[in-house]
């Protein structure tokens, strides 16, 4: 996967949860907190560990691309799985998330 389309697809991520952040204020008001936090901020939460993922990815393989000592080549290759495994992980759960939407929005009541 290309780096636009990941960075588009973090995008779309982060805008799905930001709607899902202010769908509390349109409309009635629904408690969906469990604990301290609620849906909308764990799936915050969660991609902006991926992005940070991604970023420390990218800042160790310039590292190592320019030549610097202090970052060997097998921690590159691990960053860059982790982030990989994060990001997917990301979108298996954008697309439960909007598969499950269309479900509750298909059905009749």
């Known amino acids: 996967m290309s780096t636009p389309a990941i960075q588009s697809a973090v995008a779309q991520m982060q805008s799905l949860a930001t709607q899902a952040a202010g769908a509390q204020h349109k409309g009635q008001h629904l408690s ?6 609620g849906f909308a901020s764990e799936l915050q939460a969660s991609i ?6 991604q970023q420390t990815a990218s800042a160790k393989a310039t ?3 320019s030549g610097d000592p202090d970052v060997a080549l097998n921690d590159v290759m691990v960053d860059m799985q982790k982030a990989s495994v994060a990001f997917q992980m990301g979108v298996q759960v954008r697309n439960r998330l909007v ?3 269309k479900d509750v929005m298909n059905m009749q009541v």
Do not use: C, D, P, W
């Not at 969906?32 to 936090?37: H, P, Y």
């Not at 902006?48 to 993922?53: A, D, K």
């Open 63 to 65: 590292a190592f691309q």
């Open 99 to 101: 598969t499950a939407y």
């Open 32 to 37: 969906t907190a469990v604990g301290q936090g």
């Open 48 to 53: 902006q560990r991926i992005n940070r993922l």
